[in-house]
């Protein structure tokens, strides 16, 4: 599902860069947090994003500089035109990837016949409400949707599968 990057301008955005090592993850989880509690979210829809935002970043760390030296990873964290949505971006100058064009792991077979991975970007887009990814200027950018608030609640979660 398309419509929370490249079409919908985010709004107060806050930014952060720091090394795609697994050692920076706690810096981007409080990161993102610190931001998610300034806009009143909701402790279930802090989890979620926490639980994508780990699945992303630690994909970028072990397989986006796979073939070079280790990069980057910019992490922004701001609102769309909708204030009820929390827009979630990773940017990264590794090896291209769509994670919209992973494939959907079988669920229906059983944990010993199932291919390994794919169960992470699975859940991250059946978690969000909307994922969209560009490959542009030589950079991966995904950005994730969450909407934190529906008629003036929190919200509780999605099961917007994409």
Do not use: Q, W
Request: proline content about 5%; glycine content about 10%.
């Amino acid at each position: 599902m398309n419509g929370a990057g490249s079409g919908e301008p985010a709004l107060s955005v806050r930014e952060l860069t720091v090394p795609a090592e697994s050692r920076c993850l706690p810096e981007v989880t409080s990161f993102i947090n610190r931001h998610l509690e300034a806009m009143h979210c909701s402790h279930s829809v802090r989890m979620a994003i926490d639980i994508a935002a780990d699945e992303i970043f630690a994909n970028i760390v072990r397989y986006a500089y796979r073939d070079t030296d280790k990069g980057s990873v910019t992490v922004r964290v701001g609102t769309g035109t909708d204030p009820n949505d929390v827009l979630l971006t990773f940017i990264d100058d590794g090896r291209p990837f769509d994670p919209l064009s992973a494939e959907t792991p079988d669920t229906t077979l059983p944990a010993k016949k199932r291919r390994i991975g794919g169960l992470g970007l699975f859940m991250v887009k059946n978690t969000m409400d909307g994922i969209d990814y560009v490959y542009r200027d030589g950079r991966n950018v995904l950005t994730l949707r969450k909407k934190i608030r529906t008629n003036g609640t929190n919200s509780a979660g999605s099961e917007a599968g994409l």
